[in-house]
């Protein structure tokens, strides 16, 4: 049997961290759907279709990736329509743990079918995270190490846009 999951976050924007877990998943599944979802605690720098333009540069050689946006609903429901198997989640430190713990429990509460994996990035990567990335490259500073140059150049752009 094919097994796919799906890969969900707000990814604003998406980070190299979130490219390793990408590749540490499709070791496991044949199929990974990266879903932009949104999160109702977080404000976007990027638009969804801005998001979605972005991952999909970022994994076009990546073979068995796919990328959609969830725009209203319940990311479990989601996995059931789409029969993925699993929720993919990247864990970098202990504190990220108490909120996954939950989401994952909900998850499952809601669609018992559907399990959470959590994987861990490289550990160059545990102190990444896109609202860091974010400020420091709004504030003028080198997050070239962290970030793919297609959204390097998306980060620059905006920069530039939001300058008075
Ligand atoms: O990258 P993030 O912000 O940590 O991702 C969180 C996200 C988007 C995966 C989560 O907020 C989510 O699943 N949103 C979709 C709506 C939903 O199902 N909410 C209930 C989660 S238990």
Request: aromatic fraction near 8%.
């Amino acid at each position: 049997m094919k097994r796919h999951a799906i890969y969900p976050g707000t990814f604003d924007p998406f980070t190299n961290g979130h490219l390793d877990v990408l590749e540490r998943a499709l070791t496991i599944f044949e199929k990974v759907i990266v879903v932009i979802a949104e999160n109702s605690k977080k404000q976007t720098l990027f638009s969804a279709k801005e998001r979605s333009a972005m991952i999909e540069t970022v994994t076009a050689s990546l073979p068995g990736v796919s990328v959609e946006v969830l725009h209203s609903g319940l990311l479990a429901e989601y996995a059931r329509e789409m029969g993925a198997t699993a929720i993919i989640r990247g864990v970098r430190q202990v504190k990220d743990f108490e909120y996954e713990f939950q989401m994952s429990l909900l998850n499952r509460h809601l669609n018992p079918e559907v399990t959470t994996v959590f994987l861990m990035p490289n550990v160059k990567y545990t102190y990444v995270a896109s609202s860091i990335i974010k400020e420091v490259a709004m504030l003028g500073g080198d997050v070239s190490k962290f970030v793919h140059p297609q959204v390097l150049t998306m980060l620059e752009n905006k920069c530039m846009e939001q300058k008075p």
